[in-house]
């Protein structure tokens, strides 16, 4: 009977554990993952910034010697990531690619004008910024014309600051309800040693002395799950660099370290306040409110 009631008590007291390992691993992977998304958001905003295409098209009259000035001016240029010189021969391949039809045949010239396609850094793609190289670029007087699309630019950096902000909002409300769920888990596996802390503290023993033992247990459960959601977290990294190399996401090694030792250390820390105040509570209470 006794062996029975022995064996009833490890399973309960490993269910007890195995939920709350689980419980923090839950939390600290999501955690982990909204700190992952916090540092990369500004890199995928730049990355669709960047992507946003500046045209500028040369008159007729503008000699190879022009654009090849041009060309140089570019290259040394702060807000230019990376360009691209489509001539108008290559303009019209393009068009007829499209369409499907060569409309040369029909008007009997090439009515199209050399360009530079321009990618500019995340950094100059605001209206302002665009409106200053739009201007600087409309001095030259062999340029015909600067094309851009104004709408998306507002829309993109209006999207980016709400999301932003977002983030921020949704960060700090899930940081505190991931707290408390951890709270909870550590409290209600706390809950059922209750007469032990309460026999304990009865035939002497100090409270330092009874809280020890149940902190580092739920330190110990904690620095598991944490290394749980750690492992979890390098996979989905490893995942995205696999099958969307163009987001680069491994670069920032430095902050991903820090994110990942912020789950090792929150894990340690949220444990052990949360294992200290449950403990405390009970060892301030009267026996008879145990019941």
Do not use: C
């Amino acid at each position: 009977m006794s062996t029975s009631f022995e064996k009833f008590q490890k399973r309960r007291v490993i269910t007890s554990y195995f939920s709350v390992v689980l419980s923090i691993f839950l939390v600290l992977f999501l955690l982990g993952i909204l700190g992952l998304f916090v540092i990369n958001s500004k890199r995928l905003s730049d990355n669709f910034k960047e992507e946003i295409v500046m045209t500028v098209f040369f008159k007729n009259e503008a000699t190879d010697s022009v654009t090849t000035a041009f060309k140089s001016e570019l290259t040394t240029a702060k807000f230019a990531k990376s360009f691209e010189y489509v001539s108008k021969e290559k303009a019209a391949a393009q068009h007829k690619k499209v369409i499907g039809e060569d409309f040369m045949q029909f008007l009997g010239v090439n009515p199209l004008q050399n360009s530079f396609d321009i990618h500019l850094k995340a950094d100059f793609v605001t209206n302002t910024e665009i409106a200053k190289i739009e201007n600087r670029l409309r001095k030259n007087d062999m340029i015909a014309d600067v094309v851009y699309d104004k709408q998306l630019v507002t829309m993109v950096n209006d999207n980016v600051n709400n999301i932003s902000m977002w983030i921020l909002i949704i960060s700090g409300l899930f940081a505190f309800v991931s707290v408390l769920l951890i709270n909870s888990s550590l409290r209600l596996a706390i809950f059922s040693n209750r007469f032990i802390i309460k026999t304990m503290q009865m035939v002497g023993a100090t409270k330092s002395f009874i809280r020890k033992p149940f902190i580092q247990r739920s330190v110990i459960l904690g620095l598991i799950g944490a290394a749980l959601a750690i492992l979890a977290l390098i996979g989905v990294l490893a995942y995205v660099e696999t099958n969307y190399p163009n987001l680069d996401i491994l670069d920032n090694q430095l902050a991903i370290g820090g994110v990942l030792l912020g789950v090792l250390v929150l894990s340690v820390v949220i444990t052990w306040l949360s294992t200290y105040f449950a403990t405390q509570r009970f060892l301030n209470l009267r026996t008879d409110d145990l019941y």
